[in-house]
């Protein structure tokens, strides 16, 4: 029953900016954490950031001081922020959430369908 549903991604040139977004819905009874994660064409799907219900932030390396992770929990929506963004940021870009359905279950993994970012002058 849970859904996550992405939006903002595009063609954008290089040294420019994309914000995404992800709400979660559906049968939702709390979210520990969000983040996204990238696929390029060949390459194995990696962590870009995490952000926790509390705040806390993790960012991939090569993302560090470029992109911002950041969520609204009133709505179950998670952003990404892409700033100075280069050729090698160009992949399929997916929204993961860790949530649980009711109070006695455990966390589970959610996965939204992707969005393509393209950078490219």
């Known amino acids: 029953q849970v859904q996550l549903v992405e939006s903002g991604g595009g063609l954008v040139q290089p040294g420019g900016s994309l914000r995404l977004s992800c709400a979660a819905s559906?049968?939702?009874?709390?979210?520990?954490?969000m983040g996204w994660y990238r696929q390029a064409p060949g390459k194995q799907r990696e962590l870009v950031a995490t952000?926790?219900?509390?705040?806390?932030?993790k960012y991939a390396e090569s993302v560090k001081g470029r992109f911002t992770i950041s969520r609204d929990n009133a709505k179950n929506t998670v952003y990404l922020q892409m700033n100075s963004l280069n050729a090698e940021d160009t992949a399929v870009y997916y929204c993961?959430?860790?949530?649980?359905?009711?109070?006695?279950?455990?966390?589970?993994?959610?996965w939204g369908q992707g969005t393509q970012v393209t950078v490219s002058s």
């Open positions: 559906g049968s939702i009874f709390s979210i520990y954490a």
């Open positions: 952000i926790t219900s509390s705040g806390s932030t």
């Open positions: 993961n959430a860790a949530i649980a359905q009711s109070q006695s279950s455990g966390y589970a993994g959610y």
